[in-house]
């Protein structure tokens, strides 16, 4: 069965999908890290993969860049493939003076100005959160593997360019810790079909000092995030 966005059969992909926003990160994934990878989904380029990690099943895909682009994907991935766990893992910028370039962040709650969850459910709340049992079994992986995790609020935004506050005021009202433009939307999905997400996102920016990785080293360093998400996503299924 295909849907409008995702070519694959039912049984191709797996009931926990790793989700980064560039393409080209799902295939450096499913590359150096799963065995026996097979493509599932090549629509628009927004590349996915099926193989093992440690004898499980995961599947990785993009889910480009924004609230829309997310929606459609964990929508589908949710209501038509029986995923029942998405783990995004993506980049951010660290409104902290605490967060440095390379941290991995844990989102607690992704707070967001978008009309996004209001116009797709009817849900009011500017601030969503994750899955509090994977949150918690992230949280746990994290300290069994000896990754350094932090953990905050983030800002989940509409707008990359901001042309009239470079920081918004919402992050000192809220006190977010970072900002992306995903994790927001895939908190709402989530919680209208009932299934489970988090956001593991690794610090590639500082908008307080504009410090931040290249495009290339996007795709390759961010091993740490990858790695943590791999081992909780394999053994949240086994929970």
Same mark, same amino acid.
């Given at each position: 069965?295909?849907?409008?966005?995702?070519?694959?059969?039912?049984?191709?992909?797996?009931?926990?999908?790793?989700?980064?926003?560039?393409?080209?990160?799902?295939?450096?994934?499913?590359?150096?890290?799963?065995?026996?990878?097979?493509?599932?989904?090549?629509?628009?380029?927004?590349?996915?993969?099926?193989?093992?990690?440690?004898?499980?099943?995961?599947?990785?895909?993009?889910? %480009?860049?924004?609230?829309?682009?997310?929606?459609?994907?964990?929508?589908?991935?949710?209501?038509?493939?029986?995923?029942?766990?998405?783990?995004?893992?993506?980049?951010? %910028?660290?409104?902290?003076?605490?967060?440095?370039?390379?941290?991995?962040?844990?989102?607690?709650?992704?707070?967001?100005?978008?009309?996004?969850?209001?116009?797709?459910?009817?849900?009011?709340?500017?601030?969503?959160?994750?899955?509090?049992?994977?949150?918690?079994?992230?949280?746990?992986?994290?300290?069994?593997?000896?990754?350094?995790?932090?953990?905050?609020?983030?800002?989940?935004?509409?707008?990359?360019?901001?042309?009239?506050?470079?920081?918004?005021?919402?992050?000192?009202?809220?006190?977010?810790?970072?900002?992306?433009?995903?994790?927001?939307?895939?908190?709402?999905?989530?919680?209208?079909?009932?299934?489970?997400?988090?956001?593991?996102?690794?610090?590639?920016?500082?908008?307080?000092?504009?410090?931040?990785?290249?495009?290339?080293?996007?795709?390759?360093?961010?091993?740490?995030?990858?790695?943590?998400?791999?081992?909780?996503?394999?053994?949240?299924?086994?929970?």
């Amino acid at each position: 069965m295909a849907t409008p966005h995702i070519e694959a059969n039912i049984g191709d992909i797996a009931k926990c999908v790793l989700m980064p926003g560039d393409p080209l990160r799902a295939k450096y994934i499913a590359e150096h890290y799963l065995e026996n990878a097979t493509q599932f989904n090549s629509v628009r380029n927004v590349l996915g993969y099926t193989g093992t990690f440690q004898g499980h099943r995961v599947s990785v895909m993009a889910s %480009g860049m924004g609230m829309p682009s997310m929606g459609i994907y964990a929508y589908e991935l949710y209501n038509f493939y029986g995923v029942d766990t998405i783990i995004r893992i993506g980049s951010c %910028g660290s409104y902290s003076e605490a967060l440095n370039i390379g941290q991995v962040l844990l989102a607690t709650e992704a707070f967001s100005e978008s009309s996004f969850a209001r116009v797709q459910s009817g849900e009011m709340s500017d601030t969503l959160f994750p899955s509090h049992g994977l949150l918690q079994h992230i949280l746990q992986k994290s300290k069994a593997l000896n990754i350094n995790l932090d953990q905050g609020a983030i800002h989940s935004s509409d707008v990359f360019y901001r042309l009239n506050e470079h920081i918004p005021a919402c992050v000192k009202e809220k006190s977010l810790v970072a900002v992306e433009m995903e994790s927001f939307a895939l908190f709402n999905i989530a919680k209208c079909l009932d299934k489970s997400a988090a956001a593991l996102l690794t610090v590639t920016d500082s908008m307080l000092t504009s410090e931040s990785l290249s495009s290339h080293a996007r795709e390759s360093s961010l091993n740490d995030m990858i790695t943590l998400a791999l081992h909780a996503a394999v053994t949240w299924q086994d929970s």
